[in-house]
């Protein structure tokens, strides 16, 4: 399967953050999750992607070719979606699909106007009227619409009621059906990313913790709730990070079955990935 999108080893500094070797890549009919804490760098990865912001190192490929944001032919091929629309508020919601219209050529104008039936968008509603969810439901519809091959999603659930994000969930699920398409969705909604995604990214204060498909890390990762004792007989390539709580400690460990072959009285429970990202960013790393 060729590989969409490939990140490798992107960099960017600002005078108080430093993203860094950030390197993943996301194969033809994969939804990638991206995900970490507020300020983790998400944005500006996805901004370093599209050359939004210049990139200090590292570089981007598309389907293996430089990713060339002055080239209209690759533009055309990458449907972006951030957390507001960028259109005049005076602007109607079909104005801005005739705006894309003229922008794309292969927009699709069926499909559009299936999509804003399908989301309940009014043609003549303007998009100073639009409340939050139905500004990024626009923003989705109109990324759909020219029948990309990469989305580029920075939070496109947040603000959605359940019943809409789970719409979207099945649209980006038929979208990566294709094989010759990829998303890259950036969320807090983990629960979301545990129901479509394939592989999963986290940051860290602008470092890459790990970028693993998404089932390894929910059936082989684990938490370990142990006392003092056992924790002092864990080795370090068990440990991936651990808090202490009152008399016991949580142990993330990249191999639940490992642990209870070797430890068979530990007790461990499967992971969530709110669980992962907090024990890396609240606990302490390694051993
Ligand atoms: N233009 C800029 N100038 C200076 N610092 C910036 C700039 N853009 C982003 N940053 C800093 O980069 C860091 C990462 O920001 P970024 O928006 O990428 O995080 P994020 O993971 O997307 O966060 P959130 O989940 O809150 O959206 C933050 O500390 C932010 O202040």
Redesign the pocket.
Known sequence: MQNILEVRDLGRS????R?EHISFSIAGGTIMGLV??????????IRGILGL?RRECGEVLFCGEPLNTDSVAMKEQIGVVFDSLCFSPELTVEKAGKICRSIYSNWDEAYFQELLQQFSLLPKQKVKELSRGMSMKLSLVLAFAHHPKLLILD?PTSGLDPVVRDDLLDLFLEFVQDEEHAILI?T?ITSDLEKVADYVTF?HA?KLLLSKPKDELLWQYGILRCGEALFQKLKSPEVLAWRKKDYSYDVLVPDREAILRKYPEAVIDQVTMDEILLLYVKGVQGK
């Open positions: 600002y005078v108080n953050f993203l970490g804490e507020n300020g983790a760098g998400k944005s500006t990865t912001i939070e950036s807090h940051l602008g």
